[in-house]
């Protein structure tokens, strides 16, 4: 669980006229702590979020999202500014490592090849 917009927390703060310092010392946290909070420069731990809500006397799970895990999800962002010149990296990619590419890609296809190999090799030792 955790709050996707931190302000919540300095709104509901100032709503009950408290300061940072004050927020602070009542829950046990230090003055940068609650600062990064708010600023939403760190997420704050559950027992970090249970002790400000005691003391701002409010609930912030109606405003709290749960995360789903997703233990294989990968995020791959490739910013070409310059297509010529992406083209030209590739083209010396290839052309230093071809062999190395070659052999990546022999590799895989026998992976995914591997049940019809199989089947053919067990078909001419049977001599089907």
Do not use: C
Request: charged share 25%; hydrophobic share 40%.
């Amino acid at each position: 669980m955790y709050l996707e917009n931190m302000g919540i927390i300095k709104e509901t703060r100032i709503k009950k006229g408290l300061t940072q310092q004050q927020l602070a010392d009542e829950t046990g946290m230090t003055l940068r702590t609650i600062q990064r909070i708010e600023n939403s420069e760190v997420k704050p731990s559950l027992n970090s979020l249970t002790a400000i809500s005691k003391v701002l006397e409010t609930d912030f799970s109606e405003f709290s999202q749960k995360t789903e895990a997703k233990p294989y999800e990968f995020n791959f962002t490739l910013k070409i500014t310059d297509m010529n010149q992406f083209l030209n990296d590739l083209k010396i990619l290839v052309k230093n490592h071809w062999k190395v590419i070659a052999l990546v890609i022999a590799i895989i296809w026998l992976i995914s090849s591997y049940t019809d190999i199989k089947a053919g090799i067990m078909d001419g030792w049977n001599g089907k």
